[in-house]
């Protein structure tokens, strides 16, 4: 059961950035979660044409704030590194810093087929395999893109085969999507002979409209029905937590009766704070599904 986080904005002063940092650090120590997933945002306006219905503000470097503002905090950190924007030097010190703070690494591509990339991400197994061969490195699953192609199955195995130790979801909402690519992959992996490998889901909750349009942007899949709730709802926080914990006690369910290593990964990326009171309610309903107190 992982918490994921992004850091404060680079644009913020640095009195600013501190007061982020220390507020994050009183409600994350309180938690009852295995590790505390930093983001790396990237911009993904070249993936669509479609208007972001938010900005795109830099963030500050997810390396150094999880292993310095957030040094106190007693989980390891599982620090994202977009590496399409990276050089092979930049992502080496990143690499190896993290592996010497006890934490875990998980890359990821680029945002699009148009973006240039520095580094492809198989540059970026083969550098984490010659400079920090220890340190355990996720891959991102996106049930979206199996619904697509049919191959996300495939494209995990071949980072398994390159070094990837554990899976993070994109963020789910779309229980039958989710089941359909763990199921593939469940079968190819017996096929192949290769233990299933840990799948954290993320779950987030969602507190207005504008909100759940951005998700879609990202590429996230709203189900009809969803929607229709939310916009039909007087309290549309609480009626997607109550979506978010029936979808997890679901898959979770689904993952037992098939031997299938599933864990949870509750995102806390908004400013308001009502969504991340929400964030919290629902890491502690998680906890309850995974038999934790």
């Given at each position: 059961m992982t918490y994921g986080i992004t850091p404060p904005k680079r644009s913020y002063p640095p009195e600013k950035q501190a007061e982020v940092a220390a507020r994050q650090t009183a409600r994350i120590a309180r938690l009852p979660i295995d590790a505390l997933v930093v983001y790396d945002l990237q911009?993904?306006?070249e993936r669509t044409d479609q208007a972001r219905p938010f900005p795109y503000l830099e963030c500050v470097d997810p390396t150094d704030y999880a292993l310095g503002a957030l040094a106190e905090l007693t989980v390891p950190p599982v620090v994202y590194r977009c590496v399409a924007p990276l050089g092979a030097d930049a992502l080496a010190d990143s690499l190896l810093r993290v592996d010497a703070a006890g934490g875990l690494s998980v890359l990821v591509g680029p945002a699009s087929r148009a973006q240039a990339p520095g580094l492809r991400l198989a540059d970026a197994y083969a550098l984490r395999r010659a400079h920090a061969p220890d340190l355990?490195?996720?891959?991102?699953?996106?049930?979206?893109r199996h619904q697509r192609t049919l191959a996300e199955d495939e494209r995990a195995l071949a980072k398994l085969a390159a070094g990837c130790s554990f899976f993070i979801s994109q963020s789910v909402y779309s229980v039958a999507a989710t089941k359909d690519l763990l199921s593939d992959l469940w079968y190819r992996c017996q096929a192949r002979e290769v233990p299933f490998p840990p799948v954290l889901v993320t779950l987030s909750?969602?507190?207005?409209?504008r909100t759940l349009d951005f998700?879609?942007?990202?590429?996230?899949a709203v189900p009809r029905w969803f929607e229709n709730d939310l916009r039909h709802s007087h309290d549309i926080l609480g009626a997607s937590l109550?979506?978010?914990?029936?979808?997890?006690?679901?898959?979770?369910?689904?993952?037992?009766?098939?031997g299938i290593p599933l864990g949870c990964n509750v995102e806390s990326v908004s400013l308001h704070r009502?969504?991340?009171?929400?964030s919290v309610?629902?890491?502690?309903?998680?906890?309850?599904?995974?038999?934790?107190r």
């Open positions: 911009d993904e306006s355990p490195v996720g891959g991102v699953l996106i049930a979206e909750p969602c507190g207005s409209l998700m879609r942007w990202l590429g996230v109550k979506v978010c914990v029936d979808l997890f006690a679901d898959l979770h369910d689904f993952a037992a009766t098939r009502a969504e991340i009171d929400a309610e629902l890491l502690g309903a998680v906890a309850a599904i995974l038999g934790r």
